[in-house]
């Protein structure tokens, strides 16, 4: 939207633009290790949950995370610095409302279940048990989400100029900043009446945040051409 002045004792017009949009965007993911995991009735305890023994499978994880489609929004603001609009500043900011994810299971103590972990004690995989027959009975929780937000602040300068188009030169400022986080809750009630800790209960909670921020310098060209009440723009920076 472009402002003009109207007023004769105005001394100065402050020409902008602007625009709003909606955004649907997708992210490429998290690859995600194997979170939680089970076996079938009958195997041991040492191999309980365990990734690469006979019959392990995972409940949660061993995957891509996050891709789906997320909605989110585009504000553009700017400011003309001559009449005849042909330099401008301008900024841009735009943030989708991220995606998440949540996960839980529970055994009653009749089923095998556990958060497999490579053990760098032992050298060799190994897991963390909620769920096992006679001895274990729990819940594991696990929630993923991740979220996307940047900013553009740039310099627009006209190089080609006519009536149903026009092409700018476009030079400035970007921050992108993409964050990741996952955690994960296991509960673990011991059920073995001959175990000396009989009735307890064990709480293990983890959490794992990312953040990738980039920051560096941007060039670019806009270009827009227009008939009648449409307008195509195409931005390659």
């Known amino acids: 939207a472009?402002?003009?002045?109207?007023?004769?004792?105005?001394?100065?017009?402050?020409?902008?633009?602007?625009?709003?949009?909606?955004?649907?965007?997708?992210?490429?993911?998290?690859d995600m290790p194997p979170i939680v995991g089970?076996?079938?009735?009958?195997?041991?305890?040492?191999?309980?949950?365990v990734v690469g023994t006979p019959g392990?499978?995972?409940?949660?994880?061993?995957?891509?995370?996050?891709?789906e489609i997320q909605a989110g929004g585009r504000l553009t603001l700017g400011i003309w610095l001559d009449g005849t609009h042909n330099a401008g500043i301008g900024t841009r900011f735009y943030a989708l409302d991220g995606s998440s994810e949540h996960f839980d299971q529970t055994s009653d103590g009749s089923t095998i279940l556990g958060r497999p972990?490579?053990?760098v004690q032992l050298g060799r995989e190994d897991a963390l048990l909620a769920g096992y027959p006679g001895e274990f009975a729990g819940n594991i929780r696990v929630h993923y989400g991740n979220s996307l937000v940047g900013n553009d602040a740039y310099f627009r300068v006209m190089l080609e100029r006519s009536r149903l188009r026009r092409?700018?030169?476009?030079?400035?400022y970007q921050f992108l900043r993409m964050d990741d986080d996952l955690r994960i809750n296991s509960t673990t009630d011991v059920i073995d009446q001959n175990s000396q800790i009989f009735g307890a209960r064990i709480n293990v909670f983890d959490r794992f945040r990312g953040t990738n921020e980039f920051h560096g310098a941007m060039l670019g060209?806009?270009?827009?051409m227009a008939r009648g009440n449409w307008s195509l723009t195409g931005l390659g920076k």
């Open 2 to 30: 472009d402002g003009a002045c109207g007023e004769p004792r105005c001394r100065r017009c402050w020409d902008t633009w602007g625009s709003a949009e909606l955004l649907l965007w997708w992210m490429k993911g998290t």
């Open 117 to 119: 972990f490579y053990n």
């Open 167 to 172: 092409l700018d030169f476009i030079s400035g």
């Open 221 to 224: 060209m806009q270009g827009t």
């Open 38 to 49: 089970t076996s079938p009735p009958g195997t041991i305890r040492d191999d309980a949950s």
């Open 56 to 67: 392990y499978s995972t409940l949660y994880g061993d995957e891509r995370v996050g891709r």
